[in-house]
T-cell receptor
């Protein structure tokens, strides 16, 4: 099973409220990623976990948090949503190491902040 | 830093037409260049990979090649079908192999 699952598929949030998105995979992949995708823009890497080590991109460091309680699950947390957070959030996983070309993506969570 | 540019936002074709999508890249290392495809309601999935070692990748009727001289890479298919309608992303494995850098995607619409 090469499926990456994401919940929820759609999320409506109010400005200033927290948002928590969930991702899971059963492939025993050691690396899990979160990307943000806005219309007409490339998927943008927000952060990734390699095993238990979290790596966050410098320009989104303070905007997103994440946790990985076990190998299969990874969350993306927004403490206080703003309108600019409206986007598709894609989770992916891979076997890790230096050869990161094959990432398995979930279907995404579409977040709308009002 | 490493970057990828994908200028074709939308391509509209009829079945049996020829598909050609082009991306340009910038990197200081030997690149691994990728094509991902995203069908409606699904996440992106790896379609093809091209490296400086193999120069070409072929899968499901698609062919990917790259041109080191012009730092560009291409995806083509001789005869598209309606089922090829999807968004196609080019991507580059970031220097150090840590993550992927994506292009903005090309929406390919194929009418029967």
């Amino acid at each position: 099973d090469t499926t990456v699952k994401q919940n929820p598929r759609y999320k409506l949030a109010r400005v200033g409220k927290p948002v928590n998105l969930i991702c899971s995979q059963t492939m025993n992949h050691d690396t899990m990623y979160w990307y943000q995708k806005k219309p007409n823009q490339a998927p943008k890497l927000l952060l990734f976990y390699y095993d238990k080590i979290l790596n966050r991109e410098a320009d989104t460091f303070e905007k997103f948090q994440s946790s990985r309680p076990n190998n299969s699950f990874c969350s993306l947390y927004i403490g206080s949503a703003g309108l600019e957070y409206s986007a598709m959030y894609l989770c992916a996983s891979s076997r890790g190491g230096l050869n990161q070309d094959t990432q398995y993506f979930g279907p995404g969570t579409r977040l709308l902040v009002l | 830093g490493d970057s990828v540019t994908q200028k074709q936002g939308q391509v509209t074709l009829s079945e049996d037409d020829f598909l050609f999508i082009n991306c340009t890249y910038s990197t200081t290392t030997y690149p691994t260049l990728l094509w991902y495809v995203q069908y409606l309601g699904q996440g992106p999935q790896l379609l093809l990979k091209v490296t400086t070692a193999n120069n070409k990748g072929i899968s499901r009727g698609f062919e990917a090649t790259y041109d080191k001289g012009t730092t560009s890479f291409h995806l083509q298919k001789a005869s598209v079908q309606e089922s090829d309608s999807a968004v196609y992303f080019c991507a580059l494995v970031e220097r150090g192999g840590r993550a992927l850098i994506f292009g903005t995607g090309t929406t390919v619409s194929v009418s029967p």
